[in-house]
């Protein structure tokens, strides 16, 4: 079992930058593939990037690719999420959450822990 909980968020204007952070409890960080998701008011849950159990693959949603990094560190049991020229779209409430297996890293069914979350507010 992994407990995660998420930090960062806050209020951020367009085209600036703001970096969430994850911090997971837990021995066995390094099993997990961490992803993060977000939701907007009145919208599903959607995949925004995700990170292979060490780091050396990274998936990005089409919306945030060139914009957005992914990156963990292990030894700190950390994901991050670097967000650049954020948009008043990327508005939403942030989430990560870690898998151990799975075929698709966009669907959130296939994650087992989730983070309470942390609001992302863009301001134009």
């Known amino acids: 079992q992994v407990q995660l909980v998420e930090s960062g968020g806050g209020l951020v204007q367009a085209g600036g930058s703001l970096r969430l952070s994850c911090a997971a409890s837990?021995?066995?960080?390094?099993?997990?593939?961490m992803g993060w998701f977000r939701q907007a008011p009145g919208k599903e849950r959607e995949f925004v990037a995700a990170v292979s159990w060490n780091g050396g693959n990274t998936y990005y949603a089409d919306s945030v690719k060139g914009r957005f990094t992914i990156s963990r560190d292990n030894a700190k049991n950390t994901v991050y999420l670097q967000m650049n020229s954020p948009k008043p779209e990327d508005t939403a409430v942030y989430y990560c959450?870690?898998?151990?297996?799975?075929?698709?890293?966009?669907?959130?069914?296939?994650?087992?822990?989730w983070g309470q979350g942390t609001q992302v507010t863009v301001s134009s």
């Open positions: 837990g021995r066995t960080f390094s099993r997990y593939a």
């Open positions: 959450a870690a898998r151990t297996y799975g075929l698709r890293y966009d669907r959130p069914d296939e994650y087992d822990y």
